[in-house]
């Protein structure tokens, strides 16, 4: 089925981009697109992917590490990161590039937040939100079984963040212990199986993503981020992330002269707000396979990919 989806997904787009080729010869070995554990990176991979295809380019997909990817990308074994996301995966990208072997490709259109979120009705339920000290009032209401009393706060993947979580609790001595999902699916269980019970959650949630769209709900807000808060950085670590972080794409160096055409095309692509949150709610809300995702994505803004040829 898999291997169907993705076929589909090439025939659609190359049928949506007859005509179109290659300015420059590119390589026939497969630029290796990542995937990791959130919905719009492993759907975004397939339409990129796709539009790779359209003009000639072979594309193979490969699981990856969300930080030790861009070590991948500086050694050659993966090609591009197309979500590079500020707060996250800073550190890392920054790293990478410091180190040499790795292309800075220019950011998204889209500004990205990732924080502590809580659905709209669990203002409700804890007032003084979004404001976090009124939260760690309220740190009773978010205590689940295992949680030793103190509030529950469930985090995505432990390779998203590592200890920064536990250091903010940490630094501003929260009432709040964390536990770490699986993957970004674990989290979206966890908001619907609260909401049928009208309880008190609190998960690491980002913009853009499906649930920008719906009854919303909003981001904590935690100390100011200031240049170096961080304690990663050599801050104290009770700040909050950017509330306006940059989304960005990285490149293999080698790249530009092994595929021309693909790179300049990677160059122009620049997804906003509203691509990656429909991106993502074509398989979150709609239940659609990230590759067939892809392929009703590609096939319905044909008019936005295609000036990007």
């Keep these: 089925m898999k291997f169907l989806n993705t076929l589909s997904t090439a025939v659609v787009v190359s049928s949506l981009s007859l005509g179109a080729t290659l300015a420059q010869a590119d390589s026939k070995e497969p630029i290796v697109i990542p995937t990791h554990n959130w919905t719009s990176q492993i759907t975004m991979a397939y339409v990129i992917g796709g539009i790779f295809e359209s003009i000639g380019n072979n594309v193979s997909y490969v699981p990856a590490d969300s930080q030790a990817v861009y070590e991948s990308i500086r050694n050659g074994d993966v090609t591009i990161s197309h979500e590079v996301w500020q707060s996250t995966f800073g550190k890392s990208f920054n790293n990478a590039l410091d180190a040499g072997g790795i292309i800075d490709v220019g950011a998204h259109a889209a500004v990205t937040q990732e924080e502590w979120w809580y659905p709209a009705y669990v203002g409700d339920l804890c ?29 995505g993947p432990m390779d998203w963040h590592g200890q920064e979580t536990l250091e903010r609790i940490e630094a501003l001595d929260m009432n709040f212990t964390a536990k770490f999902a699986g993957s970004s699916g674990a989290l979206w269980a966890e908001l619907e199986s609260a909401a049928k019970d009208n309880r008190a959650v609190v998960v690491f949630n980002w913009s853009p993503n499906f649930t920008d769209a719906g009854d919303g709900g909003s981001f904590v807000e935690f100390p100011a981020y200031t240049d170096g808060c961080k304690k990663v950085d050599g801050g104290d670590g009770k700040c909050g992330s950017p509330p306006a972080g940059w989304l960005k794409k990285a490149a293999h160096y080698q790249m530009p002269k092994k595929w021309p055409s693909a790179y300049k095309i990677f160059n122009q692509i620049s997804f906003t707000k509203s691509d990656i949150g429909n991106m993502a709610a074509l398989v979150d809300i709609d239940g659609m396979s990230h590759e067939a995702a892809a392929t009703k994505w590609l096939a319905d803004n044909e008019a936005t990919w295609k000036k990007w040829l």
């Design 127 to 155: 007032p003084g939100l979004p404001s976090w000290e009124a939260l760690n009032e309220c740190a009773d209401l978010f205590a689940t079984a295992g949680s030793g009393g103190q509030g529950r706060y469930l985090d």
